[in-house]
């Protein structure tokens, strides 16, 4: 587990107009209805917010929120680099500005294709800051499909953007059948324990002072759950792991100003837009006293899912069939 703490300056007063930014994450309205049982994110209001977190200040405060996502790539490219293959290209799926993307040299691939939603973000850092020639594309994740071709990619990696995705399994499929055979699949996804500090001090917030609860949080991926949707989807040779990042702010508010920075707002249809006043003082007073740290700070757990699939070929390493061991357990222990 790696912990670090937040820069975040601690704020002297916070104004009405903060409150009603911070209430619940998002200050975007959405008039999109719920069609299916997959239809839990406005994909519309997900894309207006990356756009408008790095419009701020140019780009610049969009830079100083990147250690969550700078971290998470850092683990992914330890993973990455235990496969002993080099690939002609690499499809980096809801790339944002390039996190992983910039950790890869020549000597593992000579190209890298960046797709990602929201067209500022792909575009915020210039092509001198990556090693390998790149190439951006404006894509939703959920239909990517529609331009990349089946059967045409040795290598597709994610680095914390399906949790935005409505139809998680569908997306699982559509990356299969965009690798080639015995293609490879490295993702990195928030897992359901994240932000369980500030999901609960919110609860415990509008239960005490409006007497009922509704979602600020969006909902994650259970760990439990990845290697049956993986399996689920096509894929073999399955690695799934699980690890944390905690970060330090002063308190509360800093972490709703970086996760707003961040363009990880509430994009949940049917969202509330507008916390009071003083349920979100109650959070802040609530979320220090049940997570506060002994140096005065409180901390934020953003809990990864790592995930490593292949897509299957004939030429593969397949497991034995039961019985068909020749050495007895029992020798060998003896």
Known sequence: MFTFTSSSRLPSHISPLRFRLLASLSSFQSGTEVKSPFHVFDRQVKRLQKDRAVACD?????????YVREEVANRMIERFLDIKRNFTSILDLGSGPGHFSKLLDLDRTQKVTMLELSKPTVERDPDSEFEVPVERLVVDEEKFLDVIPRNSQEAIVSCLSLHWVNDLPGVLVQIKEALKPDGVFIGAIFGGDTLFELRTSLQLAEVEREGGVSPHVSPMA??????????????TLLTVDVDEVRVGYPSMWELLDDLRDMGENNAIIGRRHILH???????????????????GTVPATFQVIYM???KPAPQQPKPLERGSGKTNLKDVLS
């Open 58 to 66: 140019g780009g610049n405060r969009s830079r100083t929120v990147d």
């Open 222 to 235: 259970d760990p439990r759950d990845m290697s049956n949707l993986m399996s689920r989807a096509g894929f």
């Open 277 to 295: 006043r003083d349920t979100l003082a109650a959070a802040s007073a609530i979320y220090k006293e049940l997570h506060g740290q002994d140096d």
């Open 308 to 310: 490593i699939g292949w």
